[in-house]
Each structure stands twice: as C-alpha cells, then as structure tokens.
C-alpha cells in the first residue's frame, strides 16, 4: 500500500488495446509526488492552474514495469518534469502497443491524493477538482460547448480539443496556432474540421461564426456552436 | 387577426414586415422564444417580402430559426448562407414498393442496404480514379439528370424530384478546392447526424383519391431517403460565411450570423452559383443512394430495380426563384419544404391535379408523413420539414448511453443499424417531438392535407 499525489485525467479512451493487465479508466493518472507506503497527513493544495490543463497523447512509453501513454501539454508542467499515464502492467507486447496506438486528446481532471488498494485501483483520498476546459451544453439541432480559456489562444486551443473527444483523429493537426480574434479561431477549427473530413470523413460538419466571447471573472467564455 | 392555425407577430423595432408562425395551440405551449426572437430578427432583412414565416416544427437555430421561410425582392432583397443552412438541399425522398417484406426477409434486406449504402462519415463512390473533373463538374450542373445518362435513374425519377433535380444557375468557378475535396469521396453517402435510409410500411390512408391518384396503397413498403450535399454544402457554406464577415456584411444586422449579400451583388450572385451547385450534387447525392437501394433489393430479395418507384423528392435547405401572385422572388427554406398546391405550372403532369407530394419524416420508431401540398399564399407554398427535436443530442446521449438502444428498438419492430453507436442514441425516437402534432398544425393551417401515414421498419442511421 502506497501513497501519492497526482492528477486523474479525462480522455477518450482508445477501446482496441493489447490484451494484459489494463488499468481500469478511473484509475489512470499522472503521477506528481510518490511517498511509498508514508503516509501523507497533510491537506493537499489547489495547483496553480486557473483551468485545467490539457494536451494530446502523442505515443506510448515503454517503462520497467509498465506500458504508460506519454501526454503532450500544450503548456508543459512543472512538475512532474516527464509525465506519464501509466496503462498496463502487462510488458513485452511493444509492436502491438506500437500497432494500436493514435493520438487522442486529454485534459487533466482533478488533483487529488492517491491510495493504492491493489488490484490496479486506487482510492482518491482527497480531492480538488480543476475547471474543465470545456464543457457539451444542449443544443435543438446541433452540439454546443462552453469552452474557456484565459486568452483566445486558449479558446482556440480548448475549443479543438472539445471537437478531438468527439474525433479524436483530429487532434494530431493542433498545433501551436495563435489566432487574434474569435473568427480566426472560428476559421482555424474549421480547417481542422476540413482535414479530419478529407482524411477519414468527420461527424462534425462546422463550427459557426456564433456566439461572443464573454468575460467571466478571470476567464473568457464562449459558447461554440457546431454543426453536424 | 390571424388566420386559423397561424400567429401573428406585429412589425416592432426594426421589422420591416410582420412575423407568421405556423402553429397549433399544442404546439404554442413549448418555450420557442428565441427561435421567434430569431423570426422576428429575419423580418429586419432588406428586401423582405410578406412576413418572416416559421413553420410548426421551428427551433433555434443559426441566425434564421429551422422551420424558416423568408422571401426576398430580387432586385432590393438579399441571399442570406444562414437562411439556406450549411447542408444545401438537404432533403428527403420517398419510393414505393407494391408488396410486403416479409419478417424473414428483414434482415437480409437490412445487411444488403447496409453494405451496399455508405453511411456514417464512410465514404461514397465519388474517389479520384471513379468520376473524372469534368464528370464531377457537370454533375454540379446537372444534379440527378446526371444519373439518368449513366444508368443509375429512370425518366420518371426526375419527374418526380422537385424542380426536375437540377437548380438552374449553377456554377463552380466560385467553388473552393477544399469543397470540392470534401464532396467528392462522399458522393452517394447518407452522412451522420439524422440523416438515414429507412424501410417501412404504409400504415394508414388518409386521402384515398391522392394515394391512388399516386399509385400508393394502404400495407405497401415505403422506402426514405434523408440526406443531402455532405461535406460539399458545408464547405461552401462555410467558404461564403467567412468572406461576408470578413467584408463586413453583418454590420447593422440586428444578428451577425443573419449575414447576407444583396442578391444582384456580385456576392450574392456567386453564392448563388455555388449553393446551385450544391443544391445538384444533393440531388444527384439521394439519386445515388436511390441506385444502391434498388441494387441491395435486388440482391437481397431479387426485386427489379424498377419496381421500385419513386413517389417525390424534396429539398428542405434551399433558397430559390420563384413566381409568387406574379412576381419573382427569392425564397430561402431553411428546415421547411416547398408545397406547391393543384394546377401549378412548376409540377409533372402526375402531380397537376392533386398538388406536390410533401414528406416529412418524423423518427425512426413512430411515423413519417406523406401530404399534397395546398399552395397556400401567405406562406409562399410552404409546409414544415421534420418533427423537430425535443432532446438536445447530449441529453440522449445521457439518457441512452450505457444501454442498448438497438435492442430497445427492435423490441419495439424496428430493426437499426449505424455506423456510430452514438449516433443510435443521439437519435432515439423520444430525441423527437411527435411528428403527428406538427402535421396537424399543418394541416388546420391549410398548408398541405395528410395522405398517408408511413411506419418504420428497417433503419440505416450514419
């Protein structure tokens, strides 16, 4: 039994892995601070993000003991300084983890302090849950999402993100644009959109010149409309 | 006052004319207020004429509400990309087959259609290699009259396709190489979201004069086809919408995303060109699938491609020249249908004494609708185009997700296969309002008259 702090991360999860001893999803994390089996009494710290985190998993470590899933922040951590998600504690199958493995879309969850209780689970003994950077609100015809960032740069980045859990192929092409206004960002995911429906046909159709960027204490907010 | 079945919205503010909402009293009792805030921002357009119309399955959507109608002085007028919608000519279309399928030929009949429709974000038949530039081209042109000379339509399907399946005026000199791109590998595809290709029955008659005078009878099968121009519509639609931001176009529009050009302008001419163009691939789009279907029917059940027969095809995103009390004028239908009435010119000779064939589906577990059009003048011979949705997508999802909707469905006789188990949940027939309350305000509003009720039976979702 062991104790550590980290982050639970929310992904869409690749479905056709290799068969072995896979972590269950709400079990996968990065790991920030590993205390073995002492015990850690203290009351856990909110981290300095003013929202969560985010990025793309862009391929598969091959570790002592574990097969784990090598994150791309888009702004990269302090801490820890090599992070990983740990995915299967069955070694040896590379080729297949090779094989299997497309990029897809993450952003950190929560930060909590971690209880190992065997069996591949772990307890989350305290908690401190982060500001999500986007969130699917309803929409009559189409899909909607709240998407925040603190500049539009974030709002452009969060926003494709968003579109990459619904695609997740299309995460590969996000890269470290800075758009200036909200049509930049309207007009940039639509060339994402365009190359996802070229490559292998996309079930989204476009993002919509609608809706205002809104301030809302420290963070922008804007409602994305997406037809489909 | 009113007539009976509509509501009136007097001119306030900016409203150039008065609003119309087509609806019941059933139908009055859903919060609609910002799609009629919507309705009433259509009626700020310059050049409109009549009212700013919404039909009785209307709902947010963008800039114009779905279930809108709005036309324009051609000379004064504009061409608004959000009054048409990003898929243009998305629409549906029916045909019939005079005899029962059987319980043990379902799922044959379900596997054939399956394999041989394309569905979901899947490809279509039109890669490089399959159609050449100037064939893609000219189909652009000449919409479903291009399946006609390469074996893949009859005559009589254009006969019964409005506006003989082609829109005059297209033109793909305007037409980004991305759009072109993106409609060419899914030619011949149903696409995602609600679109489908479902078998089922004639359920009931309401009109027995018009369902014989159409050849359709009570127990027959029915065959719908709902989908549109795919990634082609979208990307024109998209294309148009950055270049009028980006010119300034919605500047003093009492919304952005109602962005128009006027329609003599060399803008609004070349949208016009490219939505034509559009608008053909659409209908040579639900030709194609026609094709596949009458090839999975033969394959499966040995049926002759030819018996089974178109009844209409429909667009319901569209905006088009049309002559109303003897003026030209340019009507957007975006989530609405044309129902042009008995006696008008436009229409085939088998259609002349009855008026147009309307469909509407409504979802894949309770009914569709086949109507006649009435013509009716205060809404430029329009009707409603769907049931509408009462659950947003992720509230099916939420609702769904984690059970087994396919197996919910055929407990309830409806055989589903998709491409996406998502898009099954997303699509469940309680995501829909029930599409019989729409054609009954449809129907007290003297817009189109009920002539049979369709049940579903086998349904290919994207």
Same mark, same amino acid.
């Given at each position: 039994?062991?104790?550590?702090?980290?982050?639970?991360?929310?992904?869409?999860?690749?479905?056709?892995?290799?068969?072995?001893?896979?972590?269950?999803?709400?079990?996968?994390?990065?790991?920030?601070?590993?205390?073995?089996?002492?015990? *850690? &009494? /203290?009351?856990?710290?909110?981290?300095?993000?003013?929202?969560?985190?985010? %990025?793309?998993?862009?391929?598969? +470590?091959? =570790?002592?003991?574990?097969?784990?899933?090598?994150?791309?922040?888009?702004?990269?951590?302090?801490?820890?300084?090599?992070?990983?998600?740990?995915?299967?504690?069955?070694?040896?199958?590379?080729?297949?983890?090779?094989?299997?493995?497309?990029?897809?879309?993450?952003?950190?969850?929560?930060?909590?302090?971690?209880?190992?209780?065997?069996?591949?689970?772990?307890?989350?003994?305290?908690?401190?849950?982060?500001?999500?950077? *986007? &969130? /699917?609100?309803?929409?009559?015809?189409?899909?909607?999402?709240?998407?925040? %960032?603190?500049?539009?740069?974030? +709002?452009? =980045?969060?926003?494709?993100?968003?579109?990459?859990?619904?695609?997740?192929?299309?995460?590969?092409?996000?890269?470290?644009?800075?758009?200036?206004?909200?049509?930049?960002?309207?007009?940039?995911?639509?060339?994402?959109?365009?190359?996802?429906?070229?490559?292998?046909?996309?079930?989204?159709?476009?993002?919509?010149?609608?809706?205002?960027?809104?301030?809302?204490?420290?963070?922008?907010?804007?409602?994305?409309?997406?037809?489909? | 006052?009113?007539?009976?079945?509509?509501?009136?919205?007097?001119?306030?503010?900016?409203?150039?004319?008065?609003?119309?909402?087509?609806?019941?009293?059933?139908?009055?009792?859903?919060?609609?207020?910002?799609?009629?805030?919507?309705?009433?921002?259509?009626?700020?357009?310059?050049?409109?004429?009549?009212?700013?119309?919404?039909?009785?399955?209307?709902?947010?959507?963008?800039?114009?509400?779905?279930?809108?109608?709005?036309?324009?002085?051609?000379?004064?007028?504009?061409?608004?990309?959000?009054?048409?919608?990003?898929?243009?000519?998305?629409?549906?279309?029916?045909?019939?087959?005079?005899?029962?399928?059987?319980?043990?030929?379902?799922?044959?009949?379900?596997?054939?259609?399956?394999?041989?429709?394309?569905?979901?974000?899947?490809?279509?038949?039109?890669?490089?290699?399959?159609?050449?530039?100037?064939?893609?081209?000219?189909?652009?042109?000449?919409?479903?009259?291009?399946?006609?000379?390469?074996?893949?339509?009859?005559?009589?399907?254009?006969?019964?396709?409005?506006?003989?399946?082609?829109?005059?005026?297209?033109?793909?000199?305007?037409?980004?190489?991305?759009?072109?791109?993106?409609?060419?590998?899914?030619?011949?595809?149903?696409?995602?979201?609600?679109?489908?290709?479902?078998?089922?029955?004639?359920?009931?008659?309401?009109?027995?004069?018009?369902?014989?005078?159409?050849?359709?009878?009570?127990?027959?099968?029915?065959?719908?086809?709902?989908?549109?121009?795919?990634?082609?519509?979208?990307?024109?639609?998209?294309?148009?919408?950055?270049?009028?931001?980006?010119?300034?176009?919605?500047?003093?529009?009492?919304?952005?995303?109602?962005?128009?050009?006027?329609?003599?302008?060399?803008?609004?001419?070349?949208?016009?060109?490219?939505?034509?163009?559009?608008?053909?691939?659409?209908?040579?789009?639900?030709?194609?699938?026609?094709?596949?279907?009458?090839?999975?029917?033969?394959?499966?059940?040995?049926?002759?491609?030819?018996?089974?027969?178109?009844?209409?095809?429909?667009?319901?995103?569209?905006?088009?020249?049309?002559?109303?009390?003897?003026?030209?004028?340019?009507?957007?239908?975006?989530?609405?249908?044309?129902?042009?009435?008995?006696?008008?010119?436009?229409?085939?000779?088998?259609?002349?004494?009855?008026?147009?064939?309307?469909?509407?589906?409504?979802?894949?577990?309770?009914?569709?609708?086949?109507?006649?059009?009435?013509?009716?003048?205060?809404?430029?011979?329009?009707?409603?185009?769907?049931?509408?949705?009462?659950?947003?997508?992720?509230?099916?999802?939420?609702?769904?997700?984690?059970?087994?909707?396919?197996?919910?469905?055929?407990?309830?006789?409806?055989?589903?296969?998709?491409?996406?188990?998502?898009?099954?949940?997303?699509?469940?027939?309680?995501?829909?309002?029930?599409?019989?309350?729409?054609?009954?305000?449809?129907?007290?509003?003297?817009?189109?008259?009920?002539?049979?009720?369709?049940?579903?039976?086998?349904?290919?979702?994207?």
């Amino acid at each position: 039994m062991s104790w550590f702090l980290g982050y639970s991360v929310e992904a869409p999860w690749p479905e056709d892995l290799p068969t072995g001893e896979i972590l269950p999803i709400e079990s996968r994390h990065i790991t920030t601070q590993f205390f073995g089996s002492k015990k *850690f &009494e /203290e009351k856990i710290e909110k981290p300095p993000f003013l929202i969560a985190p985010g %990025g793309v998993v862009d391929g598969v +470590l091959f =570790l002592k003991h574990v097969v784990a899933y090598a994150p791309s922040f888009f702004e990269p951590l302090k801490e820890p300084p090599l992070p990983h998600i740990t995915i299967s504690r069955t070694t040896g199958q590379e080729e297949m983890w090779e094989k299997a493995f497309k990029p897809f879309p993450f952003y950190l969850k929560g930060f909590h302090l971690f209880h190992t209780i065997g069996h591949l689970q772990y307890e989350k003994v305290q908690s401190i849950l982060l500001e999500a950077p *986007f &969130e /699917e609100i309803p929409h009559t015809a189409d899909i909607a999402f709240k998407v925040k %960032g603190r500049h539009v740069k974030d +709002l452009y =980045l969060h926003a494709a993100l968003a579109l990459s859990f619904r695609a997740p192929t299309l995460c590969k092409w996000i890269h470290g644009y800075i758009p200036n206004s909200l049509d930049e960002v309207v007009t940039s995911l639509n060339k994402l959109l365009y190359l996802l429906d070229i490559e292998e046909g996309s079930p989204l159709k476009a993002v919509s010149h609608a809706g205002f960027v809104e301030e809302k204490g420290q963070l922008l907010e804007w409602e994305m409309i997406v037809d489909v | 006052m009113s007539e009976k079945g509509f509501v009136t919205y007097p001119r306030e503010g900016d409203m150039l004319v008065p609003a119309l909402l087509v609806a019941s009293h059933k139908i009055l009792q859903e919060d609609l207020s910002k799609p009629i805030e919507q309705l009433k921002n259509v009626a700020t357009l310059p050049g409109i004429v009549g009212h700013s119309l919404a039909m009785p399955d209307i709902h947010w959507g963008y800039g114009f509400p779905i279930g809108g109608v709005a036309a324009f002085d051609l000379e004064h007028g504009v061409i608004s990309p959000g009054g048409v919608g990003y898929d243009i000519n998305c629409g549906v279309r029916l045909a019939v087959l005079d005899r029962k399928i059987e319980e043990k030929e379902r799922e044959r009949l379900v596997t054939a259609l399956y394999e041989e429709i394309p569905s979901g974000v899947g490809r279509g038949s039109g890669k490089r290699g399959e159609i050449s530039d100037r064939d893609y081209e000219r189909l652009c042109i000449e919409g479903a009259k291009f399946s006609l000379e390469h074996g893949e339509a009859y005559p009589e399907d254009l006969e019964a396709t409005e506006s003989y399946g082609k829109i005059d005026g297209a033109n793909l000199s305007h037409v980004s190489n991305e759009a072109k791109n993106r409609g060419r590998d899914q030619l011949g595809s149903i696409g995602s979201g609600n679109h489908f290709v479902e078998v089922g029955i004639v359920e009931e008659v309401f009109s027995e004069e018009i369902a014989k005078a159409w050849g359709i009878k009570k127990g027959m099968t029915s065959l719908l086809i709902h989908s549109g121009s795919r990634g082609f519509g979208h990307q024109i639609c998209q294309d148009t919408l950055d270049k009028y931001m980006k010119k300034g176009y919605q500047k003093g529009l009492k919304d952005p995303q109602l962005v128009a050009a006027p329609f003599r302008s060399q803008d609004g001419q070349m949208y016009f060109a490219s939505m034509a163009a559009a608008a053909n691939f659409a209908f040579n789009n639900r030709q194609r699938i026609l094709h596949r279907a009458r090839k999975a029917f033969h394959k499966a059940l040995g049926i002759a491609p030819k018996e089974l027969r178109m009844i209409y095809d429909v667009c319901h995103n569209i905006a088009k020249i049309e002559n109303h009390g003897g003026r030209d004028l340019l009507v957007h239908r975006k989530g609405a249908t044309r129902a042009f009435g008995p006696g008008h010119p436009e229409l085939a000779s088998a259609f002349q004494k009855t008026g147009q064939p309307v469909i509407v589906p409504g979802d894949m577990g309770r009914a569709s609708y086949l109507l006649a059009g009435l013509g009716h003048p205060l809404t430029f011979a329009s009707c409603c185009h769907g049931a509408g949705r009462h659950l947003s997508r992720i509230q099916s999802m939420k609702k769904w997700g984690g059970k087994d909707p396919v197996a919910y469905m055929k407990s309830q006789g409806v055989i589903v296969k998709a491409t996406s188990p998502r898009t099954i949940c997303e699509e469940m027939p309680d995501a829909y309002k029930d599409v019989t309350t729409v054609i009954e305000a449809v129907e007290e509003a003297r817009l189109a008259k009920a002539v049979v009720r369709l049940r579903p039976s086998l349904v290919i979702k994207g």
